[in-house]
């Protein structure tokens, strides 16, 4: 049996888990305030656009894999359970960017398939 999941992040969510993981990793971001994302599909990838004080704007180019890598972070920040296994990738759904966690074998299930005895058989 397979499982996917799916989570949800707004934009102003995927801004933050870029900025947090690219400050954690002590990147240089440039010098201003982001003003907007913009989420590109095929393949996924974001573009924040960031102005200075004097009006000046920049852009800031993150993959897909780095933006997996963000919103990964952004839940292991904030407790928000994920399984360690399974493969995860973003996706935009509906205008939404998506972390997406495909496992092969479905929790509670195991590869050997044993038989679950009885309870009365147990002891």
Do not use: W
């Amino acid at each position: 049996m397979r499982e996917m999941r799916s989570l949800g992040f707004t934009e102003r969510e995927v801004i933050t888990a870029v900025v947090d993981l690219t400050r954690k990793l002590r990147q240089p971001l440039p010098s201003g305030q982001i003003i907007g994302i913009e989420l590109k599909p095929n393949p996924v990838r974001a573009e924040l656009t960031v102005e200075d004080d004097f009006g000046a704007r920049k852009v800031v180019h993150r993959s897909s894999a780095e933006l997996a890598a963000s919103l990964i972070n952004y839940c292991l920040e904030r407790r928000i359970r994920l399984p360690s296994s399974g493969r995860k990738f973003v996706e935009l759904i509906a205008g939404s960017l998506n972390l997406v966690i495909y496992m092969e074998d479905a929790a509670g299930q195991s590869k050997s398939r044993r038989t679950v005895r009885p309870a009365s058989a147990r002891a």
